[in-house]
Structure formats: C-alpha cells, structure tokens
C-alpha cells in the first residue's frame, strides 16, 4: 500500500501540472511577459524569498545563484562555485545548480547537477544579506549522493542518480526529481532536523511504474 505522505507528493505534483496547463489554457491571450534581466548563461530555475518577494535564479551555465538587485534589472552573486557539467545529446548545454527553494527566509535548498550521477547532492546554505560577499558552496551543508549499488542475488543494479531539476520542500521533507535509473524515474527524499540534513537521501518514489514517464 503506498503512504500517505507518498500519495500527497503524487496529488500535489499531479495538481501542480494540471493547474498550470488549465492557466495556460484560459489566459494565455492575456499575459504579456515583460523581460527583467537578460544575459543569464542557461538560467534553469528561479526562487523567491520569502518575506522580501526578493527572485533568486539559478544560472546553471556560470555555476552560480543570483538574486535580483533592487534596480530591477540587474543581478548580485548569491552563491558561487558550484561544480559544472554538460547535459545533452547533440546540443549540450553547460550545467551546473538546476533548481532551488526556501526551506525559510535565510535558508535555500540548492539542486545540483553539475557532477556525474551517483555523486550528485542536494545544497543547504545560508543566504547571505544583501551587498554581502557570495558564499562558496563548498561551504555548504548536503543531502546525499545517491549512488549506484551493484547487484546481489537476484537484487539487481541501481543506478546513480543526479541532475535534480526540480526540489521541493513540505514539512521537514526535501523532495527531488532526478535522473539516473530510466526504468523508475525516482523522486528522492531527504529529512530535516531543524535546517540541517537528517540521515541519507533516499529513492522514494518511483514515478514511472504509475505513470509511465521518467
């Protein structure tokens, strides 16, 4: 039987899909994008803080978190350093952090992808105050990896995970896609204890046995 806690991340992940498309679908006529900042190298997730409506975005390409300056149109490094890599068949893309959310107003959780799968991890760290040198996230504290393990009896190999493109935090609980074993398509998990990693990141939820897509 599945938890409940695993049916409520299927139901929100579900609810948050149909809910943007039914949005897509009604005003898409209505909406006029407006541009606030430009050059960005592959920005690939964005982020607002909590209490200050302040955006944070991930610049995957340039390896670093950036947030949007008061003038509206600029940015200021957040948090820098972060290990990078090249994603793609054909066009590859440079990678690096992927995606990002506030666990509460100074802490942000961080997605990696920068390193090869099975040693991939999920970023903890403490945002620094406006105007203040960026923080390098070889400081920062970490949820996982999640590598591969290799087959016993008729346990088979699982592959490493990685590239966690998208994380989302309810509760005391860190949930993250990832890519690494195309036969499951997992999301992870990882547990808090206050705003520190608790215990390993683990496999939880293996999205493709029910919908049949990674």
Not at 75 to 83: A, N, S
Request: aromatic share 10%; net charge negative; charged share 20%.
């Amino acid at each position: 039987m599945m938890s409940s806690s695993r049916r409520f991340v299927g139901f929100a992940i579900a609810w948050s899909a149909t809910f943007c498309f039914s949005m897509i679908g009604s005003a898409q006529e209505e909406l006029t994008p407006t541009v606030v900042v430009s050059g960005l190298n592959n920005p690939t997730g964005v982020a607002i803080q909590p209490d200050t409506g302040t955006v944070f975005i991930a610049e995957s390409g340039a390896g670093r978190i950036v947030r949007l300056r008061e003038d509206g149109n600029s940015v200021e490094p957040v948090v820098v350093g972060f290990p990078e890599d090249a994603y793609g068949k054909g066009p590859t893309y440079k990678i690096g952090p992927l995606s990002m959310a506030f666990r509460d107003k100074t802490t942000l959780v961080i997605g990696g992808g920068g390193r090869p799968d099975g040693d991939e991890t999920i970023y903890v760290v403490a945002v620094p105050e406006v105007g203040s040198d960026p923080v390098n996230v070889e400081s920062a504290k970490t949820f996982g990896p999640l590598a591969a393990t290799e087959a016993k009896g008729e346990t088979p190999a699982v592959p490493g995970e990685g590239n966690f493109f998208n994380v989302a935090i309810v509760d005391d609980f860190v949930y993250a896609t990832s890519n690494g074993d195309d036969e499951k398509g997992w999301i992870a998990r990882g547990v808090f204890e206050k705003n520190d990693p608790k215990g390993p990141l683990e496999r939880f939820i293996a999205t493709k046995p029910f919908v049949q897509v990674n």
